[in-house]
C-alpha cells in the first residue's frame, strides 16, 4: 500500500505531491498508532507544523488518524518552530511528539520530524521500527473531520509561554537595555515566533524583521540560513549600522549571521564563539560533540580551555545522544544547530540566537573582534569551505568511497562514517563527502592551510563526484 516511507537523518522527506502525500503521511500516523498500541502507550501526542505549503493540513489529516486510534492529539493552533514541539514532548512527558516540516530543504519538500520521550530526535532504532510498521499498516483508520470537535480527541494547543521561558532561564537577565542594534532576517519561517518576544523581553535597543510574514514558496529563495542566502542583506547591515545579522531556517532550528561589516560568519565559529563564551566568560565547564563535518577549531579550542571535543556522524540526535553520554557543555554542527547542557536534546536558532545576543551585550566587542579573539587564543590559521551538489540521482556511497580524488596531496588514510566519506591529510587538513538523506545532493566540506589549497580540496571532491554519476 503506497510507496516505502524510509526516516533519513533528519526525519521523512519527500516533494509534495509525488513522495510526500496525505496517504504516506496517514499511513506514518497509522503506524505510529500501531506501535504506541503495541507498547500500551496512551500518552498524548503534541503535533507541530510551520509555514510550508499544506503543513497545516498534513499535521491535521495524521491526527485525525491518531484520533481514530485512541490517540489523544496536541495539535498546535499556528505555526511554530521545531523546538517548541520537542519542548512539549519533554514537559508533559510524551512519548512521542511529530512536527510537519521538511526544515531547510527547497519549497517544494515536505516532512515529517519525530520526537521521543524526553523531547529528543528518534534514533535510528526506533525509525527502523516504525518504518516496519508503517509497511506492514494494511489499512488506515481515520476520524472525518466533522466528527473531530465532538471526539474531543484532538485539542487546541500551545506550550509558548513555557518555551520561551524555558530559554529565558539561560539568558542573562542583566542584559537588558542594552545598547544593542539587530538586523534578523526569518527567511519566512517561523522562528520570529521566539525571537521577536526575545527581543521585546530583554529591551533590544533596535531591532528589525525582515520576512516574518508567510510565503510558502519562501521567496522562491532556499529556506537556508548560508552564506549565499545572507549575501543579500550585506548592505542593508552597512546602511543601517547594525550591530551585527541574524537569519534563521524555515522550522528554526539553524541560526547564520552576519558580522558588523557585513561578513558572513561560519556556523563552525558561532559554535566556538559561544563555546568561548561560556566557558572563558561565565565560567561553565565541559566538553563539546560535534560532527565530522565541522571544522578542527572546536578540537582546538576544547583542547586549549582544557576539555576535550567529541566527534560523531551528521544528524543532531547522534550529538545530543554524545552530549548525554559524555555531560558535554555544548553540541553543534558546522550546518547551524546548536544546544547547551540542561536545554532541549536539540537544536534551536531562538535559543542559539538568544544566546549568542548575550555574548555579545556582555563581551563588549563586535562580533568580528568576538571571532577573531577565539582564533587568536587556540592558535587557528584553517580556512574552512562547503558546497553542495545537486544530482538526478543520488550517487553510490561505497563508489565515493572508492574513488581516487587528485588532491594534489598524500592522503594519511580515508574513512567511513555512515554516509560520510572522509580523507584525512597531515597538518589537520580534511575533505568530506556527505551524500544526503532527505533528497538527492552531496555536500562538500574541506578545511586547509589556507582558502586556495581548500578550494582545491572542494574541487578534487566535486569532480569524484560527478565521475561517480557519469560511470554509474
Known sequence: MGQKIKFGTGGFRGIIGADFTKDAVQRIAQGLADMMAADGDRTPVPIGF???????????????VL????????????????PMVMCAVRDLRCAYGIMITASHNPYMYNGVKLF???????DVAVTRRLEGMVAAVKSVRELPEDELAASGSVRPFCNKKEYLANIASFIDPAIENNSLRVLFDNLFGVTVVGLRPFFDRYKIKEYTILHAERDALFGQRLPNPTEQMLRPLKDEVLRGGYDFAMATDSDGDRLGVLDEKGEYVGSNDILACLYYYLVKYKGERGDIVKNCATSVLLDMLAEKLGFACHTVDVGFKNISEKMRKTDA????????GLTCRGYLFGKDSTFSGALFTEMCIKMKKPVSAIVKEVHDFCGYTYSFAEDVMRFPVMPDADALAASNCAFGRDVLRTERIANNIIWRFSGNCWGVLRLSGTEPIVRIFAEAEDREETQKMIGALKKAAEHCVRKG
Do not use: H, K
Open 329 to 336: 557543555l555544548i553540541g553543534g554542527e558546522s550546518s547551524g
Open 67 to 82: 484520533a481514530a486510534n485512541g490517540i489523544a492529539c496536541l495539535l498546535y493552533d499556528s505555526p511554530v518552530p521545531t
Open 50 to 64: 510551520d509555514n510550508r505549503f499544506l503543513s497545516d493540513a498534513f499535521a491535521r489529516w495524521m491526527a485525525q
Open 116 to 122: 521521543v520521550r524526553g523531547g529528543a530526535d528518534a
